[in-house]
């Protein structure tokens, strides 16, 4: 149980256009979703935290017009990336708490996004 | 959160066990350690997590010294696809919405 299914796992977008990944809860309704990048050879970095139903919360240095997070429902949140350009090109991953038993956190599989 | 402290890199031959330390000399009462591993290219997998005692599940064993400044993560018979790069994380265990901080983690290289 406790699964979070992101999509597209890999994807290739031209400078300039926009990418969405979409993460959503299969089992369990997830009122908060996090949203995380990860460079080659690095940790994962947290980008923004998403509320159901409120503006996310974004941490110093991300760009919150660039990285537009929504959280309409209790199972979907998406993350897109405008104007992409190289450097968004990354992992990006979305994690979501689990709301029963012992507080834990289910990951999505990662999205690869290259811009070209 | 508190900080922890992980070795950048260790070697294990395949059926071997892995023994990966972790310092959180800052933890704090009310924090538990949480072990959590990324397999290339994957999102990060859940392990094991505690707070004081020693746990125990199909996957691994947490041990926690008694005064809780440091743990360790065995992997009884490590096989190669245990190759991943391994995340001990410490916080607080609430309903908080409060995120996972990751730091560098250990990048385990079972070898056959």
């Known amino acids: 149980g406790a699964v979070v299914s992101q999509h597209p796992s890999w994807v290739i977008c031209k400078s300039g256009t926009s990418v969405k990944i979409e993460c959503r809860s299969l089992d369990f309704q997830a009122t908060t979703m996090f949203w995380y990048r990860q460079f080659p050879k690095q940790s994962l970095m947290l980008m923004a935290t998403s509320n159901e139903g409120s503006k996310a919360t974004y941490e110093q240095g991300v760009e919150k017009d660039k990285f537009l997070i929504n959280h309409a429902s209790l199972t979907l949140s998406t993350l897109t990336v405008t104007s992409a350009h190289p450097e968004d090109s990354s992992f990006y991953i979305c994690?979501?708490?689990?709301?029963?038993?012992?507080?834990?956190?289910?990951f999505g599989s990662g999205t690869r996004l290259t811009v070209v | 959160d508190a900080k922890t402290t992980q070795p950048t890199s260790m070697d294990c031959a395949e059926g071997r066990a892995a023994n990966l330390p972790c310092n959180h000399s800052?933890?704090?009462?009310?924090?538990?350690v949480y072990w959590y591993r990324q397999i290339h290219s994957q999102g990060p997998q859940y392990i094991i997590h505690?707070?004081?005692n020693n746990e125990t599940n199909e996957m691994a064993s947490l041990i926690i010294t008694e005064d809780r400044k440091s743990s360790t993560l065995i992997l009884p018979h490590a096989t190669l696809r245990d190759t991943a790069v391994y995340y001990c994380?410490?916080?607080?265990?609430?309903?908080?919405?409060?995120?996972?901080?990751f730091g560098g983690g250990t990048r385990l290289m079972v070898k056959p």
């Open positions: 800052t933890i704090s009462g009310n924090e538990y």
């Open positions: 994380i410490v916080r607080v265990d609430n309903n908080a919405g409060n995120m996972l901080t």
């Open positions: 994690s979501a708490r689990v709301d029963r038993g012992t507080y834990g956190y289910t």
């Open positions: 505690g707070l004081k």
